[in-house]
């Protein structure tokens, strides 16, 4: 069965300043990789995949995030941070077309003026 | 191009009351149709998804149960809530030749 892991909670950056989100996945073969974006109170919006191809995808609001398969990871970053970025990131994995994705426990993103 | 709604956005019930909460899909035909909870402070859980009319599976057991009696309308329900039940609730689909989910706003109940 899969999984994904983002090991950290809460993380607190300053506006301008540079952004990495953590995640970890277990799963047999090559996965299908996500990352989700939560404002409060709203569903998730879609900032990037990965399926196959260059490992190192761009997405929306200037977001991108590297697939390592030696390292079963698949990092959020973003090169400047702005105070609209704080919100809930979801790192996800699925095992193809059609199928449902597995969550990791998502990492709160606050965002110092 | 396609649109997922979700409502009501917000619910307050009684425990021991009923619960149904309704997605419906436009835009796409035989999509795949989720329902998730996400429990304060914690990540999203899959309760239940279908892959055609009048196919559900359950992913946990619990007190909740899901129905599609549409092809693109995914009903949630439950006969008596519990306060355990309370949480964001988010209903998703996809289709065959992607990958991605697609979420609706999502309904945050709270059983009082």
């Known amino acids: 069965a899969q999984s994904v892991t983002q090991p950290d909670i809460h993380i607190t950056v300053s506006e301008g300043a540079s952004l990495e989100l953590r995640c970890n996945y277990s799963y047999g073969a090559t996965p299908y990789l996500f990352w989700y974006v939560q404002s409060p109170g709203q569903g998730l919006q879609l900032l990037l995949k990965y399926f196959s191809g260059d490992t190192l995808v761009q997405g929306i609001k200037g977001f991108e995030a590297e697939f390592k398969r030696s390292q079963s990871s698949f990092n959020l970053r973003k090169p400047s941070v702005h105070w609209s970025d704080a919100a809930e990131y979801f790192c996800?994995?699925?095992?193809?077309?059609?199928?449902?994705?597995?969550f990791g426990g998502g990492t709160r993103l606050m965002v110092k003026p | 191009s396609q649109t997922i709604h979700q409502w009501p956005a917000t619910l307050v019930q009684p425990v021991g009351s009923p619960l149904s909460l309704e997605c419906t899909v436009e835009g796409t035909s035989n999509p795949n149709l989720y329902w998730y909870r996400q429990a304060a402070g914690r990540g999203l859980q899959l309760l239940f998804y279908?892959?055609?009319?009048?196919?559900i599976s359950s992913e946990v057991p619990q007190n909740l149960s899901a129905s599609r009696p549409q092809d693109r309308q995914f009903i949630l329900s439950s006969k008596k809530l519990l306060l355990s039940d309370s949480g964001f609730y988010l209903c998703?689909?996809?289709?065959?030749?992607?990958?991605?989910?697609?979420f609706g706003q999502g309904t945050r109940l709270t059983v009082v």
């Open positions: 279908s892959v055609g009319i009048g196919q």
């Open positions: 998703a689909w996809g289709d065959e030749q992607g990958a991605e989910a697609f």
């Open positions: 996800a994995v699925g095992a193809g077309a059609g199928n449902m994705l597995t």
